[in-house]
């Protein structure tokens, strides 16, 4: 029961904190249905198991199963995650990235921006973003590019600047508002 009421406010926290920086960009629609999918029993119910409350729960069931269901379900039906964008190469060159609309990208951000201050709680730090980005950014074989590219840039804003001054490039330069 601890789990269950622990992962369910760490779920709620996260949609809160993106919820409200889609707000600050305009993004209303995308801030109301943000991770959604977080409720279906093959999400939550994983979830709760694997609870571990600093980190995501589909590294450990990953590492129990040798894949995260969780995350396959997750990442198939939420379009801020950059695994979403993959198709074949129209060249026969297999599976490849696929830049994301920026608005998309936008909430990308919110996500990890939520995520960070979720999992590092009273530790958060603005470059946290960003060195979580770094750590994987050699072995992201999917992400476009160009996705890439923003993603990065955004998160150096942050990092470097604050909060405002990467919600005021996100609108103007990503978004265009």
């Known amino acids: 029961m601890h789990h269950f009421l622990a992962h369910l406010k760490t779920v709620h926290h996260h949609r809160r904190l993106v919820r409200q920086y889609c707000f600050r960009l305009g993004l209303y629609?995308?801030?109301l249905t943000h991770d959604l999918s977080k409720y279906s029993p093959v999400e939550f119910w994983a979830g709760v198991k694997y609870f571990q409350g600093d980190?995501?729960?589909?590294?450990?069931?990953?590492?129990?199963?040798?894949?995260?269901?969780s995350w396959m379900?997750?990442?198939?039906?939420?379009?801020?995650?950059?695994?979403?964008?993959t198709d074949y190469g129209?060249?026969?060159?297999?599976?490849?990235?696929?830049?994301?609309?920026?608005?998309y990208v936008a909430?990308?951000?919110?996500?990890?921006?939520?995520?960070?201050?979720?999992y590092r709680g009273k530790d958060f730090d603005p470059a946290d973003?960003?060195?979580?980005?770094?750590?994987?950014?050699?072995?992201?074989?999917?992400?476009?590019?160009?996705?890439s590219a923003l993603l990065e840039q955004i998160l150096l804003v942050l990092r470097?600047?604050?909060?405002d001054a990467a919600f005021a490039y996100v609108r103007h330069e990503v978004l265009g508002k």
């Open 29 to 31: 629609w995308q801030g």
């Open 55 to 69: 980190h995501s729960p589909n590294d450990a069931q990953r590492r129990e199963v040798g894949y995260s269901a």
């Open 73 to 85: 379900h997750h990442k198939g039906r939420n379009r801020h995650h950059f695994e979403y964008w």
């Open 90 to 103: 129209i060249h026969g060159e297999g599976i490849i990235g696929i830049e994301m609309p920026k608005k």
């Open 107 to 118: 909430e990308m951000f919110c996500d990890r921006l939520a995520a960070s201050k979720v």
């Open 129 to 147: 973003p960003y060195r979580f980005f770094l750590r994987g950014k050699d072995k992201r074989l999917l992400i476009h590019p160009a996705t």
């Open 160 to 163: 470097d600047q604050g909060e």
